[in-house]
């Protein structure tokens, strides 16, 4: 890596933490359209700039301006990815107003690989499994595992990160979410504490959107 992509990584990390900025302050007046009441400690404030920053800067530092439609791109899903981890951790929620604007997005960039037509087939595959694993969780154990909000999610991730990049990131998005499930269960010294898949499945979209060009 050169000189140059370092200087875009500070630069681009500059627009990610106004982005990040720019997801809080949408996500505050988000929730109160759900009739929800936004929180206001450290991490829910400051999180979202200096995780965009942080993430920002690295896809730049490895992207560079060579790449910069894709740079544009993956920065636009970080920004969602973003929005969904901080939000769903502080609501237990993952909005239809951010993801299905994002799976629109995600869908037409999709058209454009080849052959055009294997993120939509990936994303069916993934919220259908996904909605699967819901409806079974629900009639066995008579809880809500996963929510509808992580089947949407888990569709919007196949079509951004297609086959068999989806599976890994979901491999990753599990398996983050059974440690930090257990962590929380012996915290809270119950293994029924309400729990918040979303944003496990979107870190493990973060890694593998880091992992392929």
């Known amino acids: 890596m050169s000189a140059s992509n370092a200087l875009v990584a500070v630069g681009w990390a500059v627009v990610g933490a106004a982005a990040g900025?720019?997801?809080?302050?949408?996500?505050?007046?988000?929730?109160k359209l759900e009739g929800?009441?936004?929180d206001s400690k450290p991490w829910q404030v400051y999180g979202p700039p200096v995780l965009a920053a942080l993430l920002f800067a690295v896809f730049a530092y490895d992207l560079g301006t060579a790449q910069l439609p894709i740079l544009l791109l993956r920065s636009f899903f970080i920004l969602?990815?973003?929005?969904?981890?901080f939000f769903d951790l502080e609501h237990r929620l993952i909005l239809d107003r951010v993801i299905f604007p994002a799976t629109g997005v995600a869908l037409i960039a999709s058209l454009f690989n080849q052959p055009w037509w294997?993120?939509?087939a990936t994303a069916l595959a993934a919220g259908l499994i996904f909605l699967v694993l819901s409806l079974a969780g629900s009639a066995i154990l008579k809880a809500e595992v996963l929510g509808f909000g992580d089947v949407k999610l888990a569709a919007f991730m196949g079509?951004?990160?297609?086959?068999p990049f989806i599976v890994t990131a979901l491999?990753?998005?599990?398996?983050?979410?059974?440690?930090?499930?257990?962590?929380?269960?012996?915290?809270?010294?119950?293994m029924k504490a309400t729990f918040a898949y979303g944003p496990y499945l979107a870190m493990g979209a973060v890694i593998l959107l880091y992992q392929f060009h």
Do not use: D, N, T
Request: hydrophobic share 65%.
């Open 21 to 31: 900025w720019f997801v809080r302050w949408g996500s505050v007046r988000l929730a």
């Open 80 to 85: 969602v990815l973003v929005q969904v981890i």
């Open 36 to 38: 929800l009441e936004p």
């Open 118 to 120: 294997a993120g939509i």
């Open 171 to 190: 491999f990753y998005g599990v398996l983050l979410g059974a440690i930090a499930a257990v962590g929380v269960g012996i915290w809270k010294r119950s």
């Open 159 to 163: 079509l951004v990160l297609g086959w």
